[in-house]
Nanobody
Framework: QVQMVESGGGSVQAGGSLRLSCTVS????????MGWFRQVPGKEREGVAA???????SYADSVKGRFTISQDNAKVTLYLQMNNLKPEDTAMYYC??????????????????WGQGTQVTVSS
């Protein structure tokens, strides 16, 4: 059974930094993609960043140059380093992983496993 648990959210002032972590268990696929998504009430969930099993990353235009996705060598923890945070980054952040054969796109429909989310609030 695949489990994904996020941590590291919180409140920060604009310009500050946070690092989100996602602990992954039970995920044994060698070909995969993992990503971070975010959602605010009343809006659709949007892709933030993704990384595949080769370490290739992709980012939403709104976070390029500010956010960095990575994972540890054992590939059991996914990270999202968020720098120069802006009020518009305020959202619930979710980590996710694709099912076998899934494509590494920043589209929620391509991901079959999700964490419960961690709230990030950025004040101006």
């Amino acid at each position: 059974q695949v489990q994904m648990v996020e941590s590291g959210g919180g409140s920060v002032q604009a310009g500050g930094s946070l690092r989100l972590s996602c602990t992954v268990s039970g995920y044994t696929y060698s070909s995969y993609c993992m990503g971070w998504f975010r959602q605010v009430p009343g809006k659709e969930r949007e892709g933030v960043a993704a990384i595949d099993n080769d370490g290739i990353t992709s980012y939403a235009d709104s976070v390029k140059g500010r956010f960095t996705i990575s994972q540890d060598n054992a590939k059991v923890t996914l990270y999202l380093q968020m720098n120069n945070l802006k009020p518009e980054d305020t959202a619930m952040y979710y980590c996710a992983a694709t099912r076998p054969g899934g494509y590494c796109y920043l589209v929620p429909a391509g991901y079959g496993y999700w964490g419960q989310g961690t709230q990030v609030t950025v004040s101006s």
